[in-house]
């Protein structure tokens, strides 16, 4: 590939550079999420909570969620912390907790999607440069020009590969990401649910 992109016209460079970075960006994201939502999500499991809040063991629910650091144990204890008696105030501090836990997953994720749907664009931009390139080539020579026509048709090639390569990832990601989220989410509300009604 190192001779293809040698032989390649400024243009066709210019858009294998913008996609190389825009790749890089992405798998950096794609990172950054997946830490995150191994930290955020952590270990805690949702049938340990059940567990102590069937039993009404509120300290027990507590103290699991203190050392179980993860979007439910944030959900309990934000519900644990509002006023007992009335489940309208549980529930606004779960929604609240919820919502600031919502942007820390989000971020990032709308770049993934943005990428998704335009990198192949800009590859389709280097493949119609390449075409054009080559039917430049054989508006303007004879003979010889097979060989550059080939050249211009393989840049219009790589710029429409290198395009699905850096959008295929970014929507797998975004979609795999933006699922995981809406579980947690559910999960959630489903844990705020059961602590309102045994209250």
């Known amino acids: 590939m190192a001779n293809w992109v040698e032989l390649m016209g400024w243009g066709a460079r210019a858009v294998l550079i913008v996609l190389l970075l825009l790749s890089v960006w992405s798998v950096a994201i794609m990172l950054d999420r997946r830490r995150v939502f191994k930290t955020e999500i952590g270990g805690a499991k949702l049938t340990d909570a059940k567990k102590y809040i069937q039993n009404k063991d509120w300290p027990g629910l507590k103290s699991w969620a203190e050392l179980n650091p993860s979007v439910i144990s944030g959900v309990v204890l934000a519900a644990l912390s509002a006023e007992k008696s009335e489940s309208e105030s549980v529930d606004r501090a779960v929604q609240s907790f919820l919502s600031d836990q919502k942007l820390k997953m989000e971020k990032g994720l709308n770049v993934l999607a943005t990428l998704g749907a335009n ?81």
Do not use: C, W
């Open 119 to 199: 990198a192949p664009f800009i590859g389709l931009f280097g493949t119609v440069m390449g075409i054009i390139k080559s039917f430049g080539i054989l508006s303007s020579q004879q003979g010889s020009a097979m060989t550059a026509v080939m050249m211009g048709l393989a840049e219009a090639l790589i710029a429409t590969a290198v395009g699905l390569f850096v959008a295929i990832p970014a929507v797998v990601a975004y979609n795999y990401f933006n699922q995981r989220m809406r579980n947690v989410t559910l999960e959630a509300q489903s844990v705020r649910d059961l602590i309102v009604s045994k209250h």
